[in-house]
């Protein structure tokens, strides 16, 4: 079954620093969103990105926050300057089209900040 | 946002049957109702989703009430690999749109 693949799978960083999360989508999905949980709470919404562009982001998506798909295949996250409160799972999910109603999400990139 | 109610927790025999229920009251009337799962240390993982009608697929059904204000989701016969957090959602179907969700049901498992 197509997987979406998440690197790396853990990252620990200082705080104040740039990190870099990426995802491989699933090859012919067209959908991109990044979703963010905090140890012990619930899973959030980050920012969905089609055809290029941010189609929607959430108020926690904020200056520090940006994502790309600089080569047509990796999807990426940049935070850059890292609060310790940025500690968190960090998911990538993808989607087929509009009318695939089923999201697939990646196992996930721990971030620590110290 | 349409709010929906699970409970915190749920407890259940290996082999049996499971129904995890959902309150969603304020549901739009175009909404569809979503559920996924989440296994410990793994990503949510898309279940079934419907609108109005009963919904089976190989992992589970889905009962969704006449007036689309409760749904459950039937395990038919739990094994221990469905321990996980099982959530309801509403998603309007829209590629932008983003899933929001709750603390969901912790189900777990007995032997």
């Known amino acids: 079954e197509p997987e979406v693949t998440q690197t790396p799978s853990h990252q620990v960083t200082q705080m104040g620093q740039e990190v870099i999360l990426r995802c491989v989508p699933i090859?012919?999905?067209?959908?991109f969103y990044w979703y963010r949980q905090i140890l012990g709470q619930k899973v959030e919404f980050l920012v969905s990105?089609?055809?290029?562009?941010?189609?929607?982001k959430s108020e926690i998506f904020d200056d520090q926050f940006s994502v790309e798909r600089p080569d047509g295949s990796n999807f990426t996250l940049k935070i850059r300057s890292t609060k310790l409160e940025d500690s968190a799972m960090y998911f990538c999910?993808?989607?087929?089209?509009?009318?695939?109603?089923?999201?697939?999400f990646g196992s996930g990139t721990r971030l620590t900040v110290v | 946002d349409a709010k929906t109610t699970q409970p915190n927790s749920m407890e259940s025999n290996e082999e049996e049957p499971v129904h995890l229920p959902c309150n969603h009251s304020?549901?739009?009337?175009?909404?569809?109702i979503h559920w996924y799962r989440q296994l410990p240390s793994q990503g949510p993982e898309y279940v079934i989703h419907?609108?109005?009608s009963n919904v089976n697929n190989r992992m589970a059904s889905l009962a969704i009430a006449e007036d689309r204000k409760s749904s459950t989701l039937i395990l038919h016969r739990a094994t221990l690999r469905d321990a996980a957090v099982y959530y309801c959602?509403?998603?309007?179907?829209?590629?932008?749109?983003?899933?929001?969700f709750g603390k969901g049901t912790h189900l777990i498992i007995q032997p």
């Open positions: 999910a993808t989607k087929g089209d509009f009318s695939d109603y089923g999201y697939t």
């Open positions: 090859s012919n999905h067209l959908y």
């Open positions: 990105f089609y055809n290029n562009e941010i189609s929607e």
């Open positions: 304020t549901i739009s009337g175009t909404d569809y």
């Open positions: 419907g609108l109005t």
């Open positions: 959602t509403p998603y309007s179907g829209g590629g932008a749109d983003g899933l929001t």
